[in-house]
């Protein structure tokens, strides 16, 4: 019966129980809408604030650790990038820094971890306590730089830098030149700042100081091509003309009187020839290589030594013998003290279970730059 109404009442205007179903029905999509879009726009705020929050309040526990480092010794090199910038180079930027005029404090720290440097150098002036030119330096050179409490073109100086080398030029060469322009004052430093950013956006880009890994193994496949394909080249040459002059001699040769094929006798001289030829062609070339391609260098950064390459090793195992987490103090923090809390319960947890046992974690980044080359 009722779907006989239906159907019966389908070209009619809406009955009054009809109108208010769809009316409810209506509200009912319009509330889960609503609280779709609400659930949406919350996920999507909470990691804009964090986001948005300044690196100071995210992380206070890495402006006190580095403030500490610096406390001890006015310029911090991280144990995090031997390859890039190993530690055994901080006397190198401390003489640097001796040049500035000012007081001078370095922090050179992984690329990953400056995340709004701005606030950090803020937050570890703060907490230093003390006045000067921070400088901040990651593997590719000077970050950023503000002074506190004194006079020195930070800004001016960084722009030079940036500007003026190629990036490849290291963050030691890239600090230098931060100093030799902090100490010509602030009018010539603002003034070649301008200059270097005219010419940087003009075309005149710097070019690379040193060869990158591509490009040295593109040389050695063409040295190795060179070495090997020239001499064989003349070799398989000089076998070809061999066999067409037998095959076809020339008129003027004379034939034996047996009818046989025409034989002569080579000097011995010129059945070297070829050969010593091939050889003297290859030596050639590998004397020629390196003054064709005289990059000696990898890079600007000496090689690390063992205690570079272990330090941060022995930093963490140091702190895994006090706690069985450890989160890298060198870097913005990614776990809240409740997420912390959380885990110290569970480890705990675990090892009180059947079957269960210690249990270490570590908090740290993992960079190609790093001891474990990842």
Same mark, same amino acid.
């Given at each position: 019966m009722r779907e006989a109404t239906? /159907?019966?009442t389908a070209g009619r205007p809406p009955t009054r129980h009809t109108a208010s179903s769809a009316f409810r029905l209506l509200l009912t999509l319009c509330g889960l809408t609503a609280l779709l879009l609400t659930s949406t726009v919350a996920l999507t705020a909470a990691p804009a604030r964090a986001a948005d929050a300044p690196a100071a309040s995210r992380s206070?526990? +890495?402006? &006190?650790?580095?403030?500490?480092? /610096? !406390?001890?010794?006015?310029?911090?090199?991280?144990? =995090?990038?031997?390859?890039?910038?190993?530690?055994?180079?901080?006397?190198?930027?401390?003489r640097l820094a001796e040049r500035t005029g000012v007081p001078t404090y370095v922090l050179v720290l992984p690329g990953q971890s400056t995340s709004g440097e701005d606030d950090l150098?803020? &937050?570890v002036h703060d907490r230093l306590g003390r006045d000067g030119l921070f400088v901040l330096l990651d593997e590719s050179g000077v970050r950023q730089a503000a002074a506190y409490g004194v006079r020195a073109p930070a800004e001016a100086a960084r722009t030079t830098a940036a500007f003026e080398l190629p990036y490849d030029a290291g963050p030691l060469r890239s600090f230098g030149r931060f100093v030799d322009v902090v100490a010509q004052g602030t009018e010539k430093a603002e003034a070649r700042a301008d200059a270097a950013r005219e010419?940087? +956006?003009?075309? &005149?880009?710097?070019?690379?100081?040193?060869? $990158?890994?591509?490009?040295? =193994?593109? +040389?050695?496949?063409? @040295? $190795?091509?060179?070495? @090997? $394909?020239?001499?064989?080249?003349?070799?398989l040459t000089s076998l070809c003309? !061999? !066999?067409?002059?037998?095959?076809?001699? %020339?008129?003027?040769?004379?034939?034996?009187?047996?009818? $046989?094929?025409?034989? &002569?006798?080579?000097?011995?001289?010129? %059945?070297?020839?070829v050969p010593g030829l091939a050889l003297a062609t290859a030596a050639a070339i590998a004397l020629t290589a390196p003054l064709v391609f005289d990059q000696t260098k990898r890079g600007p950064t000496p090689l690390p030594t063992s205690g570079d390459m272990t330090a941060r090793v022995e930093r963490v195992a140091a702190g895994l013998a006090r706690d069985p987490v450890y989160v890298d103090p060198e870097s913005p923090q990614v776990l809240d003290t409740t997420q912390l809390s959380r885990l110290h319960d569970r480890i705990e947890r675990f090892g009180r279970s059947e079957g269960g046992g210690p249990v270490y974690v570590t908090v740290v980044p993992h960079l190609p730059e790093d001891e474990s080359a990842r």
């Open positions: 239906t /159907l019966t206070p526990a +890495q402006a &006190a650790y580095l403030a500490d480092r /610096l !406390r001890e010794n006015p310029v911090h090199v991280t144990d =995090q990038l031997p390859r890039e910038v190993p530690r055994s180079m901080a006397p190198d930027f401390a150098l803020g &937050a010419k940087f +956006q003009a075309g &005149a880009e710097p070019e690379e100081m040193y060869i $990158g890994p591509s490009d040295r =193994q593109n +040389q050695s496949f063409v @040295t $190795g091509i060179a070495l @090997t $394909g020239v001499p064989l080249t003349i070799l003309v !061999r !066999r067409a002059r037998r095959r076809f001699p %020339r008129a003027a040769t004379p034939r034996p009187k047996d009818g $046989g094929r025409p034989t &002569a006798t080579r000097p011995k001289w010129r %059945r070297l020839l």
